[in-house]
């Protein structure tokens, strides 16, 4: 079951106050798919929830599942805020570029 791990982890930060939680595999990422509240379930939840099940069944590789986890984290405003910047290099530029 290594080949469901992620390659880095996603880190989900439930606000100030809440430790950062990081998401290391499919597995752990459908545990917690499973646990949001239902009347929050759109377009981005289902994907991620496809994505990953399609990883457990080896339809996908976990790298795409966490693409797909990621972004739901990002829409949901859960991604830690250390997730949400390039690391280092000519990406982190045109980042701050955007910012400006």
Same mark, same amino acid.
């Given at each position: %079951?290594?080949? @469901?791990?992620?390659?880095? !982890?996603?880190?989900?930060?439930? &606000?100030? /106050?809440?430790?950062?939680?990081?998401?290391?595999? $499919?597995?752990?990422? %459908?545990?917690?798919? #499973?646990?949001?509240?239902?009347?929050? #379930? /759109?377009? $981005?939840?289902?994907?991620?929830?496809?994505?990953?099940?399609?990883?457990?069944?080896?339809? %996908?590789?976990?790298?795409?599942?966490? =693409?797909?986890?990621? /972004?739901?984290?990002?829409?949901?405003? @859960?991604?830690?805020?250390? %997730?949400?910047? !390039?690391? &280092? /290099?000519? &990406?982190?530029? =045109?980042?701050?570029? @955007?910012?400006?």
């Amino acid at each position: %079951m290594d080949y @469901l791990h992620f390659f880095s !982890p996603v880190r989900i930060s439930r &606000g100030q /106050g809440h430790p950062a939680e990081e998401i290391d595999s $499919v597995a752990e990422a %459908m545990v917690f798919l #499973r646990k949001w509240p239902t009347g929050r #379930r /759109g377009p $981005v939840y289902q994907c991620a929830l496809n994505c990953c099940s399609a990883a457990l069944s080896g339809q %996908m590789s976990a790298e795409e599942a966490r =693409k797909a986890f990621t /972004g739901f984290a990002r829409i949901t405003r @859960l991604l830690d805020d250390d %997730m949400a910047l !390039p690391l &280092g /290099g000519e &990406g982190e530029a =045109k980042v701050y570029a @955007l910012r400006r």
